[in-house]
């Protein structure tokens, strides 16, 4: 099928448009873009910079993908942005390409980000994630997949959020935070596990139950983190799962482990 490109449109030279490509009144779509199959710009949309968006993605009106950096260490180049399938971006919705050349922002498939949100340079989204209104995204943070982002939730620069983990609204993430766990206010810590989010994608009372321990050695013990973690790899569960996610996660961590809750 044809691309579907409205007449007051702007498609720059160059710009890659898969089949059925549709590109809405006063749209724009810069020259070095790829748009995957099946993707839609809705009027006022744009895409720009040496982006590579993947099949049937949504852009409603507003939103700017593959805008340049903000990042004032820009010295030019040729950075980008890869994204995957399936992703919905909602309205006045910024995604940033990387910083340095050859670099590349990288958004997984299956997301849903809501208006206002901000992806930030070389950050690395997984897939199904959520980000609520106005969540915002600083430099190089790494988000796994299955996470929840609440609305306003803010996180620093190369903080990294573990799968299955969930940011509550209007908190401030500022060390990382681990799997599983729900971290809430300003700076966040760790309040619970993320139990409704766990059983809503399939995890066994099994799993939950890991989890709990899990929560309970890094949080409720009275561990150091290097304690807590020697008792995560010497646990009886220790060869499962959650436990070597979790403790392949914290081993990995360079800002520290978001605290518990006092």
């Given at each position: 099928m044809a691309a579907k490109i409205h007449a007051t449109a702007i498609i720059e030279p160059g710009a890659q448009l898969g089949a059925g490509v549709e590109v809405g009144a006063y749209a724009y779509v810069g020259g070095a873009v790829t748009l995957g199959e099946g993707t839609r710009l809705h009027h006022h949309a744009?895409?720009?910079g040496n982006t590579v968006l993947g099949r049937s993605c949504e852009i409603f009106p507003y939103a700017c993908i593959?805008?340049?950096t903000q990042d004032l260490k820009f010295k030019g180049g040729n950075p980008g942005l890869r994204i995957g399938?399936?992703?919905?971006?909602?309205?006045?919705?910024?995604v940033h390409c990387a910083t340095n050349d050859g670099d590349v922002t990288r958004v997984g498939s299956d997301n849903v980000l809501l208006a206002t949100c901000h992806i930030a340079h070389d950050c690395v989204l997984g897939s199904h994630i959520i980000m609520s209104n106005g969540a915002v995204l600083a430099g190089h943070v790494?988000?796994?997949d299955h996470v929840v982002i609440g609305g306003y939730g803010g996180v620093h620069q190369f903080c990294r959020l573990g799968a299955y983990s969930m940011l509550s609204a209007t908190?401030?993430?500022v060390q990382d935070l681990?799997?599983?766990f729900i971290a809430d206010g300003t700076p966040a810590e760790v309040r619970a596990i993320n139990k409704v989010g766990l059983e809503r994608h399939g995890f066994s009372a099994d799993q939950i139950d890991r989890?709990?321990?899990l929560h309970r050695v890094l949080y409720r013990d009275g561990l150091n983190r290097t304690q807590a973690l020697e008792k995560i790899g010497a646990h009886a569960e220790a060869g499962s799962a959650e436990?070597?996610?979790v403790l392949e996660f914290a081993r990995g961590s360079e800002r520290g482990l978001a605290p518990g809750s006092r």
């Open positions: 744009s895409v720009e593959g805008g340049k399938d399936r992703n919905v971006f909602r309205e006045y919705v910024t790494h988000v796994s908190a401030k993430l681990p799997p599983f989890v709990k321990q436990f070597k996610l």
